[in-house]
């Protein structure tokens, strides 16, 4: 199975992508962790990387496409993947096209988390995350179940995103509507876009893709 889900920065794609992992075996490819973990090298194009992430802009679709290019080569990508945070252009959409194209494979759905902008930014500068585990919490909506220590590992370091804080928040937003939401109807086009409702709670949200994949004979 290969997913794509898309939205706004903070629309849930990351939790949503996690939970859908962990029920269907399938991998989550984030290229925004994958570009962190590259940023945390501290080569030269790491830093490169994070002066534009911090900058609220989009890395460029070559050092993307390579990377995701390499990635899906992986054998833990055997079972199908979910993309969380990829395609954010055109070019990179296309890019996927042809790349699933040449191995054969197919798209099941790309499903957009439909959500409410004004609480977005909100909702990002609050979240953060286990150092350990990288489960997710939010400060006002989910804080751990005893302050300070994370309930999936018991760690009790936390780590908290350098680009989430307001201004930066501010400029990924007008990144994903200049150029992230022109991919919805490149994908409407083709018949595999499918909106979900993702002001709903967590566990409605994790339902109404599962009705989704139910309908597209995904699962
Ligand atoms: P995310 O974790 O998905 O919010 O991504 C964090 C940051 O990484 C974004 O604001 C971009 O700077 C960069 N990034 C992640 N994925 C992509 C992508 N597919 N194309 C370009 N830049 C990306």
Redesign the pocket.
């Known amino acids: 199975m290969i997913l794509i889900l898309l939205g706004p920065?903070g629309a849930g794609k990351g939790a949503q992508s996690s939970i859908l992992e962990e029920r269907h075996g399938i991998k989550q490819l984030?290229?925004?962790?994958m570009?962190r973990a590259l940023v945390a090298s501290g080569t030269p194009l790491g830093q490169e990387a994070k002066a534009?992430?911090d900058a609220?802009?989009?890395?460029s679709d070559e050092l993307?496409g390579k990377m995701i290019a390499e990635r899906v080569e992986e054998p833990d990508c055997a079972n199908g993947f979910i993309l969380d945070?990829?395609?954010?252009?055109v070019p990179?959409a296309e890019m996927l096209d042809r790349l699933l194209t040449d191995k054969g494979l197919s798209l099941h759905a790309v499903i957009e988390l439909e959500v409410d902008e004004d609480g977005l930014v909100d909702r990002i500068v609050n979240r953060f995350s286990c150092a350990k585990c990288g489960a997710l919490y939010n400060a006002k909506s989910k804080p751990p179940k005893v302050d300070g220590v994370c309930d999936a590992c018991g760690s009790t370091e936390f780590t908290h995103r350098s680009?989430d804080n307001e201004e930066t928040v501010r400029k990924?937003l007008a990144a994903y509507h200049a150029q992230t939401a022109p991919i919805l109807p490149y994908y409407a086009e083709r018949g595999v876009l499918q909106k979900v409702d993702g002001m709903a709670s967590m566990e409605a949200v994790t339902e109404q893709i599962e009705a989704v994949l139910a309908k597209v004979g995904a699962k």
């Open positions: 920065p984030s290229t925004g962790d570009l534009v992430m609220g802009q989009l890395v993307i945070g990829f395609p954010r252009t990179q680009d990924r």
